[in-house]
């Protein structure tokens, strides 16, 4: 069965410096990848996501993420945080035998530090 | 804005009780996924409809059931309300079904408090 981990419930960085929000993920079948953002009171928003093209993938807002498949995983990173980069940050996987829908990790709190 | 519109907004209401959660999915989507955000259990999916029809099914309670509508609207119920149902219930919708690939775009959500 498919699975997500996310290390870390809580990431603080300063703003600036460069952000990392690890994900790694367990599937029986080459994987379909997602990083989604939730700012507070809102809905979750489409950051980018892995469908087995190019292994580096760019996002919105200055995000990418890189699917390495020696190490199961798909990290989140950004060069510069930025204060407006404060939200939580959800990676997904799509489910085996998929209608379309996703299985989420439980998700990574970003805090920016002026 | 991603074009998918969820009321209530807020619930609150009392244990044993009823409530009905509405969802209208973006213009053109015909799929559309209910999910559970709570502390404790992160995002869970409960079910999936499309053009009507159930899809798919996940982690969805016996005491919930949901429908779409021919409008494309969707609704979940959930009865015999618990406190541990207390949480974010989000709707989502997308163009395809069966599609790994697709992106799904989320309302901003009905948070439900049960006393």
């Known amino acids: 069965a498919q699975s997500v981990t996310q290390l870390g419930s809580h990431v603080s960085v300063s703003e600036g410096a460069l952000v990392l929000l690890r994900c790694n993920y367990s599937?029986?079948?080459?994987?379909?990848l997602f990083w989604y953002v939730q700012y507070p009171n809102q809905g979750l928003q489409l950051l980018l996501k892995?469908?087995?093209?190019?292994?580096l993938v760019k996002g919105i807002n200055g995000f990418e993420a890189e699917f390495k498949k020696s190490e199961t995983s798909f990290h989140l990173t950004k060069p510069s945080a930025h204060m407006s980069d404060a939200a939580e940050y959800f990676c997904?996987?799509?489910?085996?035998?998929?209608?379309?829908?996703?299985?989420f990790g439980k998700g990574t709190k970003l805090s920016v530090k002026p | 804005d991603s074009g998918v519109t969820q009321t209530p907004k807020h619930l609150i209401t009392a244990t044993g009780q009823r409530v009905t959660l509405r969802c209208s999915p973006r213009?053109?989507?015909?799929?559309v996924y209910w999910y559970q955000q709570s502390l404790d259990q992160g995002l869970q999916f409960l079910i999936q409809y499309y053009n009507g029809e159930e899809r798919a099914k996940g982690n969805i309670l016996e005491r919930f059931s949901a429908q779409q509508f021919p409008d494309l609207h969707s609704e979940l119920n959930l009865s015999s309300l618990e406190l541990g149902d207390s949480a974010l219930y989000f709707c989502?919708?997308?163009?395809?079904?069966?599609?790994?690939?697709?992106?799904?775009?989320f309302g901003e959500g009905s948070r439900l408090t049960v006393l």
């Open positions: 599937s029986s079948v080459p994987p379909y």
């Open positions: 989502a919708s997308s163009v395809f079904v069966g599609r790994r690939t697709g992106e799904l775009f």
């Open positions: 213009s053109g989507d015909l799929s």
């Open positions: 892995y469908t087995s093209a190019a292994t």
């Open positions: 997904a996987v799509s489910a085996v035998g998929s209608q379309g829908n996703l299985i």
